[in-house]
């Protein structure tokens, strides 16, 4: 795009490939980073990424079976399986029966869980209150935009 071009005006597909390409290199190290902080941080409520993924998902969609946690966020059942289970033996999670599916169980933050989350959820917010660099509401949107986009491009990759 030349400096003519109106910033609102959609990228042809070469160049929108291009910049999309370099959103990808963000996103890896941004994660890799982001999860060293978390496990580095995380110990004071015992939460690996794994198990603290588990939490987010059920504090935002209340109880949920392991392959349906595995499906929202691209991991595998197996994988889902050994945080859900590193989570109940910390007391985080509990099962209880499936009505829609008995050999199923629906897996449920416990309160003690709900709070070791709240705990990190409080710490984390800190943090990312120091980010700075003078983000507006609209470089954020435009940010969750295009992830959004690139997330749903990739929906039907089977991750197990």
Do not use: I, W
């Not at 595998?76 to 050994?82: G, L, T």
């Not at 099962?95 to 050999?103: F, S």
């Not at 209150?129 to 949107?141: A, F, K, Y």
Request: aromatic share 2%; charged share 20%; hydrophobic share 40%.
């Amino acid at each position: 795009m030349d400096d003519t071009t109106p910033s609102s005006t959609p990228l042809p597909p070469d160049e929108l490939a291009d910049r999309l390409a370099q959103v990808f290199s963000l996103v890896g190290p941004l994660y890799r980073r982001a999860h060293r902080k978390v496990e580095v941080t995380a110990p004071v409520e015992g939460l690996s990424v794994g198990v603290r993924a588990v939490l987010d998902l059920l504090r935002e969609h209340g109880p949920m079976t392991v392959p349906r946690m595995g499906r929202a966020q691209a991991l595998s059942r197996q994988f889902v399986q050994r945080m859900v289970n590193d989570a109940a033996a910390q007391g985080l999670v509990e099962t209880v029966p499936n009505p829609a599916h008995r050999r199923s169980p629906l897996v449920r933050l416990t309160d003690t869980g709900s709070a070791a989350l709240s705990a990190l959820l409080e710490r984390e917010h800190a943090l990312l209150c120091q980010v700075g660099g003078g983000l507006t509401r609209t470089d954020v949107d435009g940010c969750v935009k295009v992830l959004s986009h690139m997330l749903a491009f990739l929906d039907d990759v089977d991750v197990n």
